[in-house]
DNA sequence: TTTAAAATTTAGACAAGACTAAAAATTTAT
DNA sequence: ATAAATTTTTAGTCTTGTCTAAATTTTAAA
C-alpha cells in the first residue's frame, strides 16, 4: 500500500531526477514538494523501507524500478484524467492540473483501464506530455534531434539514432551520456555544424552528430 | 474546509437519520463507520464545533442545515460517478461502489457540473437512487404508488396520479396534502383496499385512491 | 425504585505527516 | 587545507484520526 503522500513525494523525486540514474537531493524534493527538509528526510526514510528509493545519508536518493513504477502509474493516471477533462468535460487545458492532482491518487486499476479505452489509448496529454502505458513505458514521443534545437535553448539528452561504436566512442570522449544537459550556443546554416555548451566546456559539433542524437526539451 | 473523514462521517449520519429530524447514536454511527465508539465522539466534537450536527452528550446527534447540504453534496458526487462508471466506463452495477467511495472527495465544483452536463442530468444513479441537485434538493424519483406501500410502513405524499377536482377535493376533506404523513394500517387483499392512519386519525380507502396518490418510503 | 446492563464519554496513547531548532556532514571558498 | 557556508539529519513537538481502558450516564430489568 501506497498512501497518498507518498505517492507525491515519488511523483517529486520522478520529476527531478533527470536522468535514469540520477539521485536526487533532499532540498530539491523539499522544494518542489512545499515542504521543509527535515520533513522530507522522514519520508524518504519511509520510501527507503518500502523499497521504493535507495538512500545513502547525505547522498540524496534514487528511486528504485518499484518506485519508478509506482510514480510512473501515477503520472499515468494524471494524464489519462486531463486528457478526460480536455476532451469531455470542456475544461481548458490550464484548468485541468489542480482537479487531475486529486483523480491521479484514485486506486482502481479496472478505472484507469477503462478511461484509456474510453479515451481511445490517447498517447500524449492536452500539454503533449506523453502517457505512460499500463506496463509503465513511456512513449519517447518528445524526443528530438538536436539538429531541432534552436539557438540557446538548452535540452538533454535521452537517445542516439546511430548507435555504432564509432559515435558512442566519440559521445563518451566528449562527455555526452544519456541525461546530459546540453545547451546550444550557436548553429551554422551553411553546414548545420552546431556549438554546444556541455558541463561548461564548449564543443563543435558536425551535421552528422547533430542528427544522430536524441534530446528532450526541458 | 471538510476533511475527506468527516464527510465520511456526515455521509454516515445522514444515511442513518430515517427522518429529516431524527437523532443519530455514537453507536450506530461508529458501527456504521467500522470505528469504534470512542472515536465517534471524538470526530462528533469537531462536526459540532464546526456547525455540521447539533450534539447533545449522550443524546446523540442531528445534522444542520450545513450538515445535510455538506452530505448531500457528497452523494451527489458519489451518484453521479456511478453513472458515468456503468455508462461510460461499462462497470457493471455491483462493482461501482468501491471506486465512487473514492470519487466522491474530489474537490471541484466545476468537475461535478461539468460531469452533470456530460452525463445530461441524470436523476437517478444505477440503482435507482435519487441524484440530488447542486443546490441539495432531491428529485423525489423515488415516489411510489399507496398502493405498493406494506403494512405497518410510513411514508410521506409527494403527489397525485389522478389530477382531477374531484380527488384533490376528496384529499383534502380527509386532510390529505403534499407532504402529509401516511402509515398503512392494514391491506385487504381482496378488494385492494387500505387502512391508513393520517394524523392519528384513521382512515379507511378505496383501491382507487391507493392506486392514484405517489408516495415517498421515509 | 434500585440495580444491572448497555451506551457514551473521558483519559491517555499511538502512527502518519508535518514543523522548528539544533547538531552533524558536506561543499565551497579563501 | 582549513574555515565558512550550505545541506542534511536528528530530536522533540503538533494535529488528525484512530485505539484501549476506565469512568460516567442512560436505559432496562427485577
Redesign the interface.
Known amino acids: 500500500m501506497v498512501t497518498l503522500s507518498e505517492e507525491n513525494y515519488l511523483k517529486a523525486i520522478y520529476h527531478l531526477a533527470k536522468h535514469e540514474n540520477a539521485s536526487v537531493s533532499t532540498n530539491a524534493i523539499a522544494q518542489k514538494m512545499q515542504t521543509k527538509a527535515s520533513s522530507t528526510t522522514d519520508m524518504i526514510k519511509k520510501l527507503s523501507e518500502k523499497g521504493h528509493v535507495e538512500y545513502q545519508k547525505y547522498k540524496g536518493v534514487k528511486l528504485t524500478e518499484k518506485g519508478r513504477l509506482a510514480a510512473v502509474s501515477v503520472i499515468r493516471k494524471h494524464r489519462l484524467w486531463e486528457v478526460f477533462?480536455v476532451q469531455?468535460?470542456?475544461?481548458s487545458w490550464d484548468?485541468v492540473h489542480?482537479?487531475a492532482e486529486?483523480?491521479e491518487h484514485?486506486?482502481?486499476d479496472?478505472?484507469t483501464q477503462?478511461?484509456d479505452?474510453?479515451l481511445e489509448h490517447p498517447t500524449e496529454d492536452p500539454h503533449g506530455d506523453p502517457i505512460p502505458d499500463c506496463n509503465g513505458n513511456i512513449p519517447s514521443s518528445q524526443k528530438v534531434l538536436l539538429a531541432q534545437i534552436d539557438q540557446n535553448q538548452s535540452c538533454i539528452c535521452v537517445g542516439v539514432k546511430d548507435s555504432t561504436t564509432d559515435f558512442l566512442q566519440y559521445l563518451d570522449k566528449h562527455n555526452i551520456a544519456l541525461g546530459t544537459k546540453i545547451k546550444v550556443i550557436s548553429k551554422e546554416s551553411f553546414d548545420e555544424s552546431m556549438t554546444l555548451k556541455i558541463n561548461k566546456t564548449e564543443l563543435a559539433i558536425s551535421k552528422e552528430v547533430a542528427h544522430n542524437l536524441f534530446v528532450k526539451i526541458n
Open positions: 477533462l469531455k468535460l470542456n475544461f484548468e489542480e482537479v486529486q483523480l484514485i486506486k482502481s479496472k478505472l477503462q478511461l479505452v474510453f
